[in-house]
C-alpha cells in the first residue's frame, strides 16, 4: 500500500514540475537577455507565467513530501523523469502542440526503459532513521560540487553555463529530497511542534532557496532542452546515491542486475535528451498564450 501511494504522488509531482518548469522557462527568456541579478528577479516576480509556475512548485513540493514519506528516495525520484513524458501529454491536450512519432516513441521507450530499472533495481526502504551528523559529509560533498559546477557557470556557450547550472541544479534538488523526506517524517510523527522545533525544515528552506537561484540562472542562461535533461537526468542519479549513504536504502546488486539496470538507464538518458530534441519549444508557445 505504501509503496502504491509513493509512486501515485511522485507521479504526481513528476506532473506538476514539467508544468511549473515550462511557465518559468516562458517568464525568463520573455525579458532583455542581458537582465540579471536583482534586475532579473524583479522582472519575474511581475511576470504572471513565473507567478504560476509558482503554484506548479508549491504542489510539487507537496507531493513529493507524501511520496517520499511512503517510499524511498532511490524509488520516487527516478519516478520523476516521467516529467517529460507528461509533458509532452500537457503539450498536446492542453497547447495543441502537433508532436513529431519519434517524440511518443522516445516517450514509450523511456517509459519501459524506466519501468525495467525500477523492477530489477527493487529499491526498498530500510528501518533506519539518520541523525543530524548523519547529513554532514553528504552536504558537504554536494556543496563542493555545486561550486565547481557555478564556477565552471560564469563563462562560455550559453550551452555550457545552462548545463553547468542545471548539474548544480540537479545536485541540490537530489540534497533536499532527503531533507524533504526528513521534515515530511517529522510532520507525521510530532506534528507541526515538532516539525517546527528540529532542523530539516529549515535545511529544506535554505537548500531550496539556492536551488530555486541555480535552477533560474539555468533557464535564464541557455536554452531549456539543455538544462531540462541535465536536471531530470542527474537528480535521480544523485538521489540514489544519497538514499543507499543517509537512509541505508537497499537495491539488488548482482551484476545482472547492474548490467541490466544500467543499460536501462542509458536508454531513459536517451530517451530523454531525445524527447527535448524532438518538441517544439515550450518557451515560445507559452509565450504566446
Not at 233 to 259: H, K, N
Request: net charge positive.
Amino acid at each position: 500500500m505504501s509503496t502504491s501511494v509513493a509512486v501515485v504522488f511522485a507521479v504526481a509531482t513528476a506532473l506538476a514540475n514539467a508544468f511549473a518548469l515550462a511557465t518559468q522557462h516562458a517568464a525568463s527568456v520573455s525579458g532583455d537577455p542581458a537582465r540579471r541579478g536583482w534586475a532579473l528577479l524583479g522582472y519575474l516576480v511581475r511576470h504572471p507565467l513565473w507567478l504560476l509556475g509558482w503554484l506548479g512548485m508549491g504542489a510539487s513540493l507537496a507531493f513529493q513530501a507524501v511520496a517520499l514519506h511512503f517510499g524511498p528516495l532511490s524509488l520516487v525520484q527516478p519516478l520523476l523523469v516521467s516529467e517529460l513524458v507528461l509533458a509532452l501529454v500537457v503539450r498536446r491536450l492542453w497547447l495543441r502542440q502537433s508532436l513529431r512519432r519519434v517524440a511518443w516513441v522516445s516517450a514509450v521507450v523511456t517509459t519501459l526503459a524506466l519501468a525495467v530499472f525500477l523492477v530489477v533495481t527493487n529499491p526498498r526502504a530500510s528501518a533506519w532513521n539518520p541523525s543530524a551528523r548523519d547529513w554532514l559529509w553528504p552536504s558537504v560533498v554536494v556543496a563542493v560540487l555545486v561550486v565547481i559546477a557555478a564556477a565552471l557557470a560564469r563563462a562560455g556557450s550559453p550551452a555550457r553555463r545552462a548545463g553547468a547550472y542545471a548539474s548544480a541544479t540537479a545536485l541540490i534538488w537530489a540534497l533536499e529530497a532527503t531533507f524533504i523526506k526528513a521534515t515530511a517524517d517529522a510532520l507525521a510523527a510530532g506534528g507541526v511542534s515538532l516539525l517546527l522545533t528540529t532542523w530539516p525544515l529549515y535545511a529544506l528552506i535554505v537548500c531550496g532557496g539556492v536551488g530555486l537561484i541555480t535552477e533560474q540562472a539555468a533557464l535564464h542562461v541557455g536554452p531549456l532542452k539543455i538544462s531540462q535533461p541535465i536536471i531530470v537526468i542527474v537528480d535521480p542519479i544523485a538521489s540514489i546515491l544519497l538514499g543507499v549513504v543517509l537512509y541505508r536504502e537497499r537495491l539488488v546488486t548482482s551484476p545482472a542486475t547492474i548490467a541490466v539496470a544500467s543499460v536501462a538507464f542509458l536508454v531513459v538518458a536517451a530517451g530523454v535528451v531525445s524527447m527535448t530534441r524532438t518538441v517544439p519549444d515550450t518557451a515560445n508557445t507559452l509565450h504566446r498564450l
